[in-house]
Every structure is written in C-alpha cells, then in structure tokens.
C-alpha cells in the first residue's frame, strides 16, 4: 500500500488522488489499518486520523509512505517525521535552509578536491592545467573536484566546502585534498529564497553581518577545521589541507593575518605550508594561478600524501 501521510488533510487527498489517477481515493482510520496493509491501494491520512501506534504498526509492516510536509503545521508533525526515520531511516530528509548538500557516493579509486575556483577551475585556464588533474595523473586515479556554487552565490568559501565535506560519504583510506579560501567568505541567511548563500563580508550590508576582526573570523574557521581532521582521522582518510586565500607572496608579506593561519594549521600534520609561495605565474585572467604554479601545487600535494601516509 501507499500511504499519503502529513498534517493537512486536504494536500494529503490531493496528492493521493495524483498517485492514484483517481478523484476518490480512501481516507485511512484507524479501523482500516489491517485491511489496507494488505492492498496495493493508495490511501492518504494525517494526525486525527489515526494513532500513532497504529502509524508505527504499518511502517513495521512495509507501508510506502508520501510525506506531504506543511511548513506551517503543529509541532507535532515532527514525531510522526522521526517515527518514519526510525523505521525507514533517510526516507524524509527536510532541509528547507539548504544547509546539508549531499554529494553522490565517491569510489575509492577517486581524489575527492574541494575549494574555492582555483581549485574548481574555469575558463581561465584548461583543465589539464589545474592542480587536481595533474595529481590525480600523478597518483593514476580519477580526479573529482566536489566544490559546487551554492544556490544564487557565484563565489565558493570555506563554510560551504565544510557542510560538502561533512556530507560525503568516503570510501576508506580515501584521498581527500581541502583547499581554504579567504576568511572573508562566509555563509548569509537569504529571507527571500529561504536558503543560505556565499557572499563576501565588505559586499553585505552592514545591518546583516556582525562586525568581525580578520582573527574572530580565523577562529571560527580553525574550530570547523579541527572538526573536520577529527573526522578525517576517525574515517581513516588520507587528508591534507592548504591555505590559498590570498593573491601572492608580495600581498601575504604585508599581512600578519597569513602567518598567522600558516602558524595554527602547521601544527596539523596533514597541513601543507607555504603554498602561496610556489606562485610563479598567473592565468589569463591574471586573478588565478598559472600552469606553472598548479604544476608546483601538485607536487608538494603528492609528495605529502606520500609522505604522511606512507603510499
């Protein structure tokens, strides 16, 4: 049976009438419950219309049900949304503030990338230019870079890159490269589309942000990081890490705040410092870096995976 559950009634008939092909599909009551578990029907209820033992009884026996959530409704929807988990766990994944971007299964014979367009790459430059494909021909494995725009932003920072992250599920002894971007990328609530963006903090109004040093923004971003290598390490991932944000060594020379991300990520032995320092040319945009310095950024990314674990 197909069950269209949630608290409105009438979107619950609507929706079942459409999966039935039929105007006068049944309304399920408790004393329906047995009979209907046994048909291939179509029956829509919602939360006075049954109890929530006999809700849990049809789950436990193979009821398909089509959640037809109401942003609007009581509260208590919410029980009925972690029975159907419970019992049939990711059937209903609500994330109506796109805060969990899942990423398709990687294959182990895959080097997962994630960062901001120097790692994505773009018009600028061939692909084959880009760091990520020479070090997957490096290590012979298939390059996959998981960065992705989130919805309305045109830039990608470094919170974003985290949810990714956290949302992959990795093989074991997967490879897995994070490139930072600019501390100065973050994450804003967009009341409109009801979703979160990438934006940069001296683009924003100043009614919608705090006002943040360059070293509260560093701290947020290092409490995410050191997250992310627990996790790295609880998942047995090959993992390294390196900063990018910035332009070149003349512009970080002049800027306490890049020592200062180098200082606390060298204390990680997955970190690789001095990137920024390999630069030797720029693409034709002359805001990304050229074939040459993503020639030097794979080379130190492979001889510190090998390195650090022993591959």
Partial sequence: MILVFGPNE????????ELAGVQNTTLLTNDLVEWAIATDQVFYSSFGDITT???SWLLEHGANVDWQHDQSADPYQYLYINL?????PGRIDLDPYNLCQHTANPTVDEILFYG???TRGGWWTAIENNY??????QMNKKSSVRSRFPAGSDILGNYHNFNLFTNTDFCANQIVVFQLTDLTRIR??????KIFRTKKLDTLPLDQVLKLTDYQLFAAVFEHLQLMI???RSKQLRFVFFNLGGSTEAECKNNPLHYLIEYYFS?????????LDLVTDLAKDNQHFGRESNKRFADQIVQKIKLLYKS
């Fill in 230 to 232: 627990k996790y790295a």
């Fill in 84 to 88: 159907i988990n419970k019992f049939c």
């Fill in 267 to 275: 204390k990680f032995p997955e970190f690789i410092p001095g990137m």
């Fill in 188 to 193: 804003y609530y967009d009341e409109h589309a």
């Fill in 10 to 17: 009438s979107i619950n008939r609507s929706r079942a009438n």
């Fill in 132 to 137: 990520p494909y020479q070090v997957g021909l």
């Fill in 116 to 118: 901001c367009s120097h």
């Fill in 53 to 55: 033992d006999n809700f």
